[in-house]
């Protein structure tokens, strides 16, 4: 009997037997007519019984792809745009549509070998290249990015979205001027082009050209009224300006626009502490974190404003959740070691200072040399570069540390401002102080001024206290005091006064004091008031005018030189009442009897609850016992001052009668 055998099928025969076309486009029609009335789940259950692998026509393909795109299913499109492209390979309008849908799912990659794929059937669609452009561009292939953006611009001259697009990676490369030229030609072809907008007024704001930027803000919502994203970016740049109620204002708007902006309860969050106060600005804090509770720019400033609310354990717990999010961050850290200075805790207090050159609030590493940071350890004859980069008030304070290096065989040179070239050339004669480098000038290592406590392993009990360490020119001193002997009364008991700190928006404007607080002094018998102010502080005695507050006239430290005059006139005085400023450091480093006036969370250098300071022998602290009250602040200056002067006068008259 005849053997009878089932015929094998052919390796590549389909599983199943094709879906007949009758059967596919009546799916592809039912699809398409339950798309245009939205209802999109739907869409998909229908087409969910179709393989596309089952189908032979590649434009029923491409319609299935584009269905699936419309019911915005964008990875189940992929596989019928595929299949199109397969069964036809030069169908350029599936291809295209692959990669856009790669490039919507994030699929880079495959996105960008599909536009090549594309691209190398001739294809003259301009937005073909700018989104291969862009898909380029995620890949971090920049300059094919700008050769694709290039392309679309030589189709299509007047394509506003491909030159914002070569602008982001002008500016992403640093040419924020070509930048700039690109969005200008964006918003001339474009006039209401948001993205463009706001990206100019950005890249301004980040140059630091702030007014520029908030002019490009005000422009943006003359045409996007109440935008609270560009509400939120005025915010910030008016804060770089030091228009901080305008900032309050701006920011305002956004959160009352769009309460769920939580960049916009942060930046508030910052002015309120510079305006209304810590309590004001914990508030909003609070709301960012209620937010986003993994906000760690909101945890730390939370951290800072329970700081000034004298919270310190509570501020303690804010750091420590932000640093528990980001174990290295710079603000977390700097922040928190503020903190552990303020309370005394040098040991781990100065290591996390370290971080704040992190922050972008110091210029770390000025000079860029490619040699190690110098660890604190001694060697003879190394050579040693030490920069200053940071404040007036901390190159007066951390320079004791430079004779340290000196004395145990280091060579030393000082790489200061030229302002302070003068001043600083008083330490002893081993420091090398310079503003200028030789182009065959050589060093073993480097290290920032301020990062000297550290690298001492300073703590409260190995300070360099030893004052004074910086002298006033003898010369200067001989002048000074001949000018103040001949225009008041000699035998007075001289007082200099300094009020004012530095009015930038970003340093601490809570330091300085109104005038105004130092009536009681100006109205107590036998002082004399003597004005060691310079800039716009100085202008404030015009707004006071019944107060005797002598002005030293406008030769008074005039020159290229910072403090020349002001350390000869301190010389002259029998005290200096000052505000947290460079003046304050001035005078103890020359050893000058100093009260320091402070507000109730001073800066960490002045610790807490004492009226000393390692810091300088000759100083004392006069602390808020109120915040923002420094009327009774300055009554105990004044009763101080009195007994002060009783007993200069008494031992002035003890000297006097024991020469007779």
């Known amino acids: 009997m005849p053997q009878t055998f089932n015929a094998a099928r052919a390796p590549d025969a389909p599983a199943f037997a094709p879906v007949p076309s009758f059967g596919l486009d009546a799916t592809l029609n039912d699809a398409a007519n339950l798309l245009r009335q939205g209802r999109k789940a739907e869409v998909l259950s229908a087409l969910a019984t179709l393989d596309p692998n089952m189908i ?41 549509r692959l990669a856009r849908v790669l490039q919507r799912l994030g699929r880079f990659e495959e996105a960008a070998a599909a536009f090549d794929e594309a691209e190398k059937f001739g294809v003259s ?17 920049n300059g094919q990015a700008i050769t694709a953006f290039d392309h679309a611009l030589r189709l299509q001259p007047a394509y506003p979205e491909a030159l914002r697009a070569g602008a982001i990676i002008l500016s992403q490369s640093g040419n924020f001027d070509g930048a700039l030229k690109f969005l200008e030609e964006a918003l001339r072809l474009k006039p209401d082009y948001f993205e463009a907008l706001l990206d100019r007024a950005n890249i301004l704001n980040a140059l630091k050209r702030v007014d520029a930027a ?91 404003a329970l700081k000034e609310l004298e919270e310190f354990d509570a501020a303690e717990v804010a750091f420590d959740a932000a640093l528990a999010l980001d174990p290295e961050s710079a603000h977390a850290r700097n922040n928190k070691g503020v ?16 971080y704040r050159w992190g922050c972008g609030l110091t210029p770390h590493n000025q000079l860029k040399f490619p040699i190690p940071q110098w660890q604190g350890n001694s060697h003879p004859g190394e050579k ?57 000038e050589r060093f073993d290592s480097q290290i920032a001024l301020s990062s000297l406590p550290f690298a001492f392993r300073t703590d409260l009990t190995t300070i360099p206290s030893c004052t004074p360490y910086l002298a006033a020119e003898p010369a200067l001193v001989s002048k000074w005091a001949e000018r103040l002997m001949s225009r008041g009364n000699s035998a007075a008991f001289k007082i200099g006064l300094c009020w004012q700190g530095n009015l930038d928006p970003k340093a601490d404007p809570s330091r300085s004091i109104p005038l105004a607080h130092f009536a009681p002094l100006a109205g107590t018998k036998n002082f004399r008031l003597i004005s060691l102010q310079k800039g716009e502080g100085a202008a404030a005695l015009a707004a006071v005018p019944e107060l005797a ?111 007779m």
Not at 339 to 354: S, V
Not at 413 to 440: A, H, N
Not at 572 to 594: E, K, M, N, Q, Y
């Open 125 to 141: 669609d301009p937005s073909v290249y700018y989104n291969k452009g862009l898909v380029l561009h995620a890949l971090g292939r």
């Open 214 to 304: 908030c002019e490009a803000y005000r422009t943006a919502l003359a045409r996007f009224p109440g935008n609270p994203d560009l509400l939120n970016n005025l915010g910030v740049a008016l804060i770089e300006t030091g228009d901080l109620k305008g900032a309050l204002e701006a920011l305002d708007q956004a959160v009352a626009i769009k309460p769920e902006l939580v960049e916009a309860w942060l930046n508030r969050a910052t002015v309120l502490m510079k305006t209304v106060g810590p309590d004001a600005a914990l508030q909003s804090f609070d709301r960012a974190l209620a937010l986003r509770p993994d906000y760690q720019a909101a945890l730390v400033g939370r951290g800072v």
């Open 549 to 659: 507050i002598e002005m030293l006239g406008a030769d008074f430290d005039a020159g290229p030189d910072a403090f020349i005059d002001t350390a000869a006139v301190m010389q002259t005085l029998d005290l200096i009442i000052t505000c947290d400023t460079s003046v304050a450091h001035l005078a103890g480093a020359l050893g000058r009897p100093t009260f320091l006036l402070l507000r109730k969370v001073p800066d960490w250098r002045w610790m807490l609850d004492r009226e000393d300071t390692p810091w300088y022998a000759t100083m004392r602290l006069f602390r808020q016992r109120t915040r923002g009250d420094w009327d009774e602040t300055m009554l105990r200056v004044v009763d101080v001052a009195k007994a002060l002067h009783d007993y200069n006068s008494g031992l002035q008259t003890l000297r006097s009668a024991a020469m």
């Open 339 to 354: 903190l552990q200075l303020l309370r005394g805790n040098f040991r781990d207090g100065l290591e996390n200072y370290e």
């Open 56 to 96: 032979s026509s590649p434009d029923r393909c491409h319609l299935a792809g584009l269905i699936h795109v419309g019911a915005e299913a964008w990875a189940g499109a992929v596989p019928w745009f595929a299949q199109a492209r397969k069964l036809r390979p030069d169908f350029v309008d599936a291809i295209v």
């Open 384 to 440: 040693l570069i030490v920069y200053g980069g940071e404040g007036l008030g901390d190159a007066l304070q951390f320079c004791r540390y430079l004779p340290l290096l000196a004395k145990a065989g280091i060579d030393v040179t000082f790489f200061c401002r030229s302002k302070l070239l003068r001043l600083m050339r008083g330490l002893i004669p081993q420091v090398r102080c310079v503003d200028d480098l030789g182009p065959y």
